[in-house]
């Protein structure tokens, strides 16, 4: 069972997040979903750059299994603000 602290991080995690993007216009989001070189150079950088950099770093640093699995997880998820919050 979760504590306290536990739930009361994930709400508080959610209304950050959800007055994050209620500030987000929509002719702006619509805007930019329009603008496809940003949006195949944003997509391609994240799924095929970015996890093949961290191959490759792996690789030449010769790092062992859990710092390379780490590395990897890292370059392959998705990028945004909190990303990260819950490694």
């Known amino acids: 069972m979760p504590s306290l602290a536990e739930i009361g991080s994930s709400v508080l995690l959610y209304f950050l ?3 994050m ?3 987000v216009e929509l002719s702006h989001l619509r805007k ?3 603008n496809r070189n940003a949006l195949l150079t944003g997509i391609s950088m994240q799924f095929i750059i970015l996890p ?3 191959f490759c770093v792996v690789k030449l640093l010769d790092m062992d299994a859990p710092m390379g699995i780490a590395l990897l997880v890292v ?3 998705p ?3 909190y990303s990260n919050w819950w490694c």
Do not use: E, N, P, W
């Open 17 to 19: 997040v959800f007055g």
């Open 21 to 23: 993007s209620a500030t």
């Open 32 to 34: 930019q979903i329009r």
């Open 52 to 54: 093949c950099l961290g």
């Open 75 to 77: 370059t392959s998820s």
């Open 79 to 81: 990028g945004g603000s």
